[in-house]
């Protein structure tokens, strides 16, 4: 991982960085891309491969990260409270999705 990386995991693990992009990048988009690799995966038949696990678990550890991320952005938000309440809603709904559903 590069010095920036780092940083921005930090920031994000404080809830340094505004909800918009805490949600909508480091939530929503990057799980979705793990929902798309597992997808993937179980489609090319890899179920019972390292690779699913990984990715899997991969995705475990990298939604409980976001939901932290997101959960603590939200608390700092100073826009309408209803919008905080929806991404903490938002980031631990949506995650379960990387496993379930369509």
């Known amino acids: 991982m590069t010095e920036d990386m780092v940083k921005t995991a930090r920031k994000l693990w404080a809830g340094e960085v505004p909800l918009c ?3 909508w990048f480091y939530g929503f988009t990057v799980e979705l891309i793990f929902k798309w690799a597992m997808r ?3 489609a ?3 179920t019972g491969d390292f690779a699913f696990v990984l ?3 991969l995705a475990v550890v990298y ?3 976001a939901t932290v991320a997101i ?3 939200a608390s700092k938000f100073e826009g309408q409270e209803a919008w905080a309440w929806a991404a903490r809603t938002g980031a ?3 995650p379960m999705g990387i496993f379930w559903g369509p």
């Open 40 to 42: 993937w995966l179980h």
């Open 63 to 65: 939604s409980a990260f």
């Open 92 to 94: 631990i709904i949506w």
């Open 21 to 23: 992009p805490a949600f």
């Open 44 to 46: 090319s038949g890899h």
């Open 55 to 57: 990715v899997g678990g």
């Open 71 to 73: 959960w603590r952005s």
